[in-house]
């Protein structure tokens, strides 16, 4: 049993507490939203999934928040990712530990993702919803088509079961990334998973503030 999930010892003002040093080094925006996630999203619990041994790959890493505290909290022994923006990817390049980050690329809504063969888990925090929806089934069958039998998958999101919480995220992202959003159910997600050849190991339901979010781990079998 992965030593960290006995420990149960990640909470969320720790993982604000280790994201401070980081944060103060970005703008007044990105800085709340790099302090806010522990906060609104489930990082805190999902840590305790993550072994020290992982070669982990975070797909939509933002700023580099779980890439920070996988390293500094989980001690993982690699922590790379991918993103959109290039003033995120940028601002990856403050965190502490870029040492142990080696490879953050840029991708886009076109991009396939990179060969992930190399990795023992692969991450998904609040990036599914974000996906437009005519590419959200192709979004799983990429992850599946790049990883290789015995990867995990973390994915965690906000869940459209929950019709409140689910409408004021959408608010949230329209105001702070300008994009409307599109929340898939835990249900969905799940049933898709198993579709293409997932094993679900866990999952539960986390509300943070008004953000109702579920948290998967699956291995592809």
Known sequence: MNSHLE?????????????????????????????????????????????SNDCMFDIGCGSGALLHLAIKQADVSVADGCEISDTLIANVAKLEHSADIATVIKITQDTPLPSLTKYTLVTAIDVLHHVLPKKQTAFFEEITKRTKKGTRLILADINSEKPIGSFLNRLHDLVLAKQWVYPWSATKVLNQLEKLGWKIDHCSYHRNLWYPHYVIVAERI
């Open 7 to 51: 420990k149960n010892n990640y909470t969320r003002w720790g993982c604000l507490k280790s994201l401070l040093p980081v944060a103060s080094k970005l703008t007044f925006v990105d800085k709340l939203k790099m302090l806010g996630r522990p906060l609104i999203s489930p990082l805190p619990f999902l840590l305790r999934y993550l072994r």
